[in-house]
């Protein structure tokens, strides 16, 4: 949650060429910026998958309880994602997108049918879609002519009209995102053996160095650019890797996969790192301070997700107005739908500051809204903020 909000404060602050993934006005301190943060979304549906599972094994839950909070959970995430956190992008209401609260959202809507499957069935699903998404690359909307919008939400972003001067534009697609989650359901299975920590490790290095042995061979996992244009920088990343003129951007280049939608490699890049990160945190002792701190903003993560996009929304208003910068274009679109106006923007020292003055300022209403949670375990309608 504390470096998805590093991404978002690039995203509000950065100037128009600052593009990570565009290589010729790259450098390496830009890109890993934004690199770092990739490990985000992929942690984020694993680690919903493997919640669901450990509410049925460790929770007391039925699998029809559980099937019933993932889809009502999921029509949720959908509702916050056009109305509330739409507006927080945006300054616009409603705004209907494709993001990730969307993706999470359908995702669950799907996977409450997929944990009536047998456990093996749901890695083996997983765990495919994973591996052979990529095979669809070459399926274009078009083919489906005006159901075009139905494949840009399954596997090809994009912006499709909706009727009535009114667009859909879609980011985080549900292939191969529905994968990821029901793979993180089936590891579910290996939090609760005893050998976990060492299992999490093998899985860790194994799927990092497919991802080396895979980029290097450099011919299947990741898609063409021309697949992830519907957001700004994806169309200078996927496809393969090349020789650069510095040591420092050619490994931007080897790391430079494509997000939207995100390509085997991309997902081997992050899962693999995250199933190492999960197995060395199980070390670390909770009660300790600098855990504590941050096992607060895991807590409440809708809440958190919520208020950080709203702090940095307004906040780009109020140091736009302060250094005489365009303001105005932040309340009716902002960088997500309007292009970066000339002199707009900060550096990554002021972008870097940002990031670390809201996190701290949060600190203290996802407190109160943890114990307000745990004060208060009757109250059933906390359990979707």
Known sequence: MVLMALDHAHFFFRTGDSVPEYLPGSSPALFFTRWITHFCAPAFFFLAGTG?????ARGGKTISQVSRYLWTRGLWLIVMSFTIVGFAWVSLFPFVHGGVLWALGLSMILMAAIVRLPLRWIAALGVGIMVTHNLLDGVAPSSFGRFAVVWSILHYPGTYPIGFHHYFFTLFTVIP?????????????????PDRRSVSLLLGWSITVAFFV????????????????AFPGSHYSGGPWSSQATIGLTLVSFFNTLKYPASLQFLLMTLGPVLLALAWLDRVNPTQRPARILLVYGRVPLFYYVLHLLFFHTLAVYVAL????????????????MPIPRGYGHGLPFIYAMWLLVVILLYWPCKWFMN????????WWLRYL
């Open 52 to 56: 669901a599972f450990l509410s049925f």
């Open 177 to 193: 995102w529905v994968g990821v989650m029901a793979a993180g359901y089936a590891f579910g299975a290996v939090l609760l053996r």
């Open 214 to 229: 895979l980029r290097a061979w450099n011919h299947f996992g990741n898609s063409s650019a021309d697949l992830g244009g």
């Open 322 to 337: 302060e250094f005489h910068q365009r303001a105005a274009w932040l309340l009716y679109g902002g960088p997500l739908l």
């Open 372 to 379: 307000l949670k745990q004060q208060h375990p009757d109250w």
